[in-house]
């Protein structure tokens, strides 16, 4: 079992930055991938970046060069500093993890609210 529990949402305006942390626990060592995922309201899940267990990062292309995911396995935690955000932004954004053996594993959740 992994534990996933996100933080770092709230409001903020168009053009500002917030940093994201998914912080595991449990079957840490188990973890392959870790994803940030987000939902708009009335929109579908989509995925917003993703890391290996080796560091190489992916992003989508609406996000690229705006967001950067890194993570601290000494602190077995996933981050995801968000610069220049805009009001599409606006989500609740999810953490994910994937083990070895193709478990995956959601947080609740974190909203960001991108207005002026």
């Known amino acids: 079992q992994v534990q996933l529990v996100e933080s770092g949402g709230g409001l903020v305006q168009p053009g500002g930055s917030l940093r994201l942390s998914c912080a595991a626990s449990?079957?840490?060592?188990?973890?392959?991938?870790m994803r940030w995922y987000r939902q708009g309201s009335g929109k579908q899940r989509e995925l917003v970046a993703a890391?290996?267990?080796?560091?190489?990062?992916n992003y989508a292309d609406s996000v690229k060069g705006r967001f950067t995911m890194s993570r601290d396995n000494a602190k077995n935690t996933m981050y995801l500093q968000m610069n220049t955000l805009r009001p599409e932004d606006t989500a609740v954004y999810f953490c994910?993890?994937?083990?070895?053996?193709?478990?995956?594993?959601w947080g609740k959740g974190t909203r960001v609210t991108v207005s002026s």
């Open positions: 449990g079957s840490i060592s188990r973890i392959n991938v």
């Open positions: 890391i290996s267990s080796g560091g190489t990062t």
């Open positions: 994910n993890a994937e083990t070895v053996y193709a478990m995956v594993y």
